[in-house]
């Protein structure tokens, strides 16, 4: 199994296109905002080719539940800035060397310098959040920061644990992946002042999209090849992390072979290919990953019923399917 090259064109960027432009804009300037000696540095961090998933998620709410405002922009920004800090504290933990086809600041500067411009970025987003007029915003906001923190704190915390079961794994991508695309599509429905069972099926929408994401990230981190994630990768098995193919492959292993992938999770050795690729339940795990992730997805599409029909609500829809493309890619 391999991933098919999907690239950002693929994304359905047409309708929030001249919008994102603003927020690319809004980031440049944020990035001037900083002292002209860490300037540089802000610079590098955010000169991405990412896809920016949140400000689109956090745009295309705002055109289908009600009128898009700089409010919607501008809360794709802070969570866009929120979602880069944690990339950077995330290459530290994993020891990655490559993001995009670049090098990560950890690597270019040193995990000290990474850790204090993560740091930087973190708090720069928290500060803007504070703009809004609604005091509540703003806290929930901080609240999804610290959700991210909170999950990525629980997964270090139990790598190479047995203990782990499917329930906290998916608390703990909910946490760490889940809260920003709930934030980005939650928040922007309360910005068009919709509301709450409007605004909960909308964050349902963003949890149970960013959470089949993330399943799709942990399966290519063990199939897919850095050419095409344009990441480094194999950090979740080198690391200990039990993501959900490997829970699956546990469940599903002889005793045998559980026994001897159990041992090395035990004494904290790598979890490489050559040990895992050679068990026979193997594919089969990693496609049970992907069918729940893709049952993720259908769920979160059904939740979109509840808004009229419009072109953003057809380009939130276009988003599940672009996942499902993704997810497809790895059988």
Not at 255 to 265: F, G, S, V
Request: glycine share 6%.
């Amino acid at each position: 199994m391999s991933t098919a090259s999907i690239t950002a064109e693929k994304f359905p960027f047409d309708l929030v296109a001249p919008h994102l432009e603003k927020v690319e804009s809004q980031i440049r300037d944020q990035v001037r905002d900083f002292d002209p000696g860490v300037e540089p540095y802000m610079a590098y961090i955010c000169d991405t080719s990412g896809k920016r998933i949140r400000p689109t998620l956090a745009i295309l709410t705002g055109g289908a539940t009600g009128e898009l405002s700089q409010d919607h922009i501008n809360l794709g920004v802070i969570l866009e800035l929120i979602h880069m800090a944690t990339l950077v504290h995330d290459d530290i933990i994993d020891g990655a060397s490559t993001r995009r086809q670049a090098p990560t600041p950890n690597a270019k500067w040193g995990n000290g310098m990474a850790v204090l411009l993560g740091d930087a970025l973190f708090s720069h987003a928290l500060k803007l959040s504070t703009d809004f007029n609604d005091l509540a915003l703003s806290r929930a906001i901080s609240l999804a920061s610290r959700e991210v923190c909170q999950g990525e704190i629980l997964q270090t915390q139990r790598r190479f644990d047995l203990t782990v079961t499917k329930e906290e794994y998916f608390r703990m991508i909910e946490m760490k992946t889940g809260a920003l695309f709930a934030a980005a599509s939650g928040l922007a429905a309360k910005l068009s002042g919709r509301d709450e069972d409007i605004c909960e099926a909308m964050s349902d929408y963003g949890m149970k999209l960013g959470t089949a994401y993330q399943i799709y990230d942990d399966v290519v981190d063990i199939i897919g090849t850095e050419a095409e994630a344009g990441k480094t990768l194999g950090t979740d098995l080198e690391k200990g992390k039990l993501t959900l193919p490997i829970l699956n492959l546990l469940e599903a292993a002889s005793p045998k072979q559980k026994e001897k992938l159990t041992k090395r999770i035990i004494e904290q050795q790598p979890l490489d290919l050559n040990i895992i690729g050679g068990i026979a339940e193997y594919e089969g795990a990693v496609e049970r990953a992907l069918k729940t992730a893709s049952k993720l997805v259908a769920e979160a599409r059904a939740t979109l019923n509840l808004l009229s029909d419009s072109e953003s609500r057809t380009a939130l829809e276009d988003i599940t399917l672009y996942v499902d493309q993704l997810l497809k890619s790895c059988r």
